[in-house]
């Protein structure tokens, strides 16, 4: 499908106005085109006394189309080629359109052989953006233009008519009501509206047609019988009949703009009244947010489980992540809401907005910072419990490993101390039973510090409240009872066997020295047994290698524990070689010690075990702590970029909102070129809260890469996002003011620098002191009580400072005259005429129905007692809109 675009730099045409030439294979609407197009040239052309009867064919050797361009823009084109030969007429078509390029039409797909072949369709194209361009681009109606504007002018000349409702260029007009409409609500004595039928479409248009070109000097564009025989008539050409009607009445604009400007006085009060109740809305949800959210976050009931307290963390991220932002740009809206409230007050000479009692800003400020601070101390809570029931299950599982070796162990032991063997025993058995008793003694001395760790272990358990203390103390005193109980029993064998002991006098000195020997041995097999085995937790790269350095050397010490173990051994063998060489008649095994030579294998194999797992666990741990390392240092790569970028933009901005460079445009161009740039980067504090997430779940609390913590940058960000919000929106409102008051941008700038000179704070506002001495170096004279009422103007909240806004403000009014209020009142004389008064009939025709019931509401209670019955008077509407005092 070819296209035609007519697209303009000021951008009058929409893009489904675009020309489409397929549109043209249907017949009537090229017919309908046709038509009206020749009817429109032919309208401008009769100027210069001349006309077409083809459109493709007069306009081909271009003379009529340049021509045409000089009627209707008031220019001179190139002087044109009068040869008769393609080459010339090629010539002039494209002076033709070097013209309409150098009004800002973009033409695409349309060039001068196309013209010259007498294309009808790139012919009707051109003629078409031609009337784009000259005849409709420059219609304005209120806010909108073009086809907007002329769509909206027809919607707002036809809205007292029944039966008329016009939507779109097509079809709406098929009946014919609403050209009768336009042409009497200007001219009524031309059209008797009342006797039109809607269902006498014919009728309708013919009347509209005939009285236009008659009385209105507007050509017949079409026939009467093209539009009602089509099912949808060419948009185009009706948009360019109704052009015709728009000019042709354009001279009524003056009273349509008086009622405009009572209209835009009526909508300012009505909107600001919908501001008014929707900040109290807005001000009181989001109070009411933060006086649910406080509690939870004021929540301080601990968990037993760290399950249970990583789902209380998890819960919290998730009203960071979900619910407070959407709460951060609720609260910052309200408060530009508030801001642009009072400077439309002030703009429309109204009094300042007073929100309820508790609703100020200052008060959602109050509110918002308790929020914080209750927020700060929550998450420094979780934090702290998390360690805390970290450390406890650490202890908790220490605990039950050191208690279970120690049953182990004292298993059996007070039933082998309550036994009396040595009562039939041999002289050498005592001997041996006595040594064997040493031999316990020592292992029992042995296990005291065990004993002392886990009394120890239980008390921390109680001190850091843990959920599962009573069955931990339970075990603890069972342990401590069944110790005091060995050593009673140990004191009372040894005295049994030392009484014995001058009876005894043989003891085989092997077995005692492998007894002795193998007694530490084993203990040391048993405390390296249990130190491989032990439980470790650490929180940096620096930790793991202590623990790594600690295993290394204790792996060193293997061969000298290996040789101790052969040495040991040897002895066992030794009584071994004894025995069998000389025959001796041992009963049982060594009496000196339960620790037999396979044990001590067994045992020193298992060591041999535990090493390599100890080594893996180490490894696991290391490589975990430097993945930690790594995203301390990739999380410190990022916060050590932004931290400062964010620094940066904040000064920036407060550099911009106190400079004077360019006029308030350029700083409002500016300022939001830095809001654009700031919303742009959010997605690398995205990609950082998904770092410190990382961190987080990995349980890292400290990062010595940065001082930035993710919350500094929280708040630094939603700092940033306000601050800018906020200066673009007083820039926007000292914009407003200006406008409004007309003030020029030296004045603008004489008013910046009196206030930067004297802001000697430099914090974008005057202390009262510092707005006496401006007013004064400014030629001021006054009293006590003359300041007293400017400050009551510059600052009615009371605060004690004064804002740049304030102070072009209070300027503004000095400066300014009351062009505003004396247009509005010389537009009502307009339409009231010499009688000095409005009819209610009249003000519901001139008017919007919203606003001209608005608007009889507001002065019905200023009426007077002289007042003409139904109507408003002069001195009425002044006194409703504004004061008695005012004009």
Known sequence: MDHYDSQQTNDYMQPEEDWDRDLLLDPAWEKQQRKTFTAWCNSHLRKAGTQIENIEEDFRDGLKLMLLLEVISGERLAKPERGKMRVHKISNVNKALDFIASKGVKLVSIGAEEIVDGNVKMTLGMIWTIILRFAIQDISVEETSAKEGLLLWCQRKTAPYKNVNIQNFHISWKDGLGFCALIHRHRPELIDYGKLRKDDPLTNLNTAFDVAEKYLDIPKMLDAEDIVGTARPDEKAIMTYVSSFYHAFSGAQKAETAANRICKVLAVNQENEQLMEDYEKLASDLLEWIRRTVPWLENRTPENTMQAMQQKLEDFRDYRRLHKPPKVQEKCQLEINFNTLQTKLRLSNRPAFMPSEGKMVSDINNAWGGLEQAEKGYEEWQLNEIRRLERLDHLAEKFRQKASIHEAWTDGKEAMLQQKDYEIATLSEIKALLKKHEAFESDLAAHQDRVEQIAAIAQELNELDYYNSPSVNARCQKICDQWDNLGALTQKRREALERTEKLLETIDQLYLEYAKRAAPFNNW???????????????????????????????????????????????????????????????????????????????????????????????????????????????????????????????????????????????????????????????????????????????????????????????????????????????????????????????????????????????????????????????????????????????????????????????????????????????????????????????????????????????????????????????????????????
């Open 525 to 887: 097999m048993e405390g390296a047994m249990e130190d491989l085995q032990d439980t470790f937790i650490v929180h940096t790269i620096e930790e793991i290698q202590g623990l790594t350095t600690a295993h290394e050397q204790f792996k060193a010490t293997l061969p000298d524990a290996d040789k101790e173990r052969q040495a040991i051994l040897g002895i066992h063998n030794e009584v071994t070689k004894i025995v069998q060489t000389y025959h001796v008649n041992m009963a049982g095994t060594n009496p000196y010690t339960t620790i037999t030579p396979q044990e001590i294998n067994g045992k020193w194999d298992h060591v041999r075990q535990l090493v390599p797992r100890r080594d893996q666990a180490l490894m696991e741990e290391h490589s975990r702590q430097q993945q930690n390392e790594r995203l301390r240092k990739q999380f410190a790569a990022q916060a050590n970029v932004i931290g400062p970028w964010i620094q940066t933009k904040m000064e920036e901005i407060g550099r911009i909102s106190i400079e004077m460079h360019g006029t308030l445009e350029d700083q409002l161009s500016h300022l939001r070129q830095y809001e654009k740039s700031i919303v742009n980067y959010k997605p690398k504090i995205d990609q950082l809260e998904g770092d410190h997430q990382q961190i987080q779940e990995a349980l890292i609390f400290d990062n010595k890469h940065t001082n930035y913590t993710m919350e500094h940058i929280r708040v630094g960000w939603e700092q940033l996002l306000t601050t800018i919000a906020r200066t673009i929106n007083e820039v926007e409102n000292q914009i407003l003011t200006r406008d409004a008051k007309g003030i020029s941008q030296e004045q603008m700038n004489e008013f910046r620098a009196s206030f930067n000179h004297f802001d000697r704070k430099k914090t974008g506002m005057m202390d009262t002191d510092d707005f006496r001495a401006c007013l004064i170096s400014m030629g001021y004279n006054m009293g006590e009580a003359e300041f007293a009422r400017i400050m009551s103007i510059v600052d009615p909240n009371r605060i004690g400072v004064v804002t740049f806004q304030a102070f072009i403000d209070f300027m503004s009014r000095e400066t300014a005259d009351t062009d505003t209020a004396d247009q509005v009142m010389a537009s009502f004389k307009i339409l009231a005429g010499d009688k000095n008064y409005i009819t209610l009939d009249e003000l519901r025709r001139e008017l919007p129905p919203d606003q001209a019931e608005y608007c009889i509401a507001r002065m019905a209670p200023y009426t007077g007692p002289d007042a003409v019955p139904g109507a408003l008077d002069y001195m009425s509407f002044s006194t409703a809109l504004y004061g008695e005092s005012d004009l």
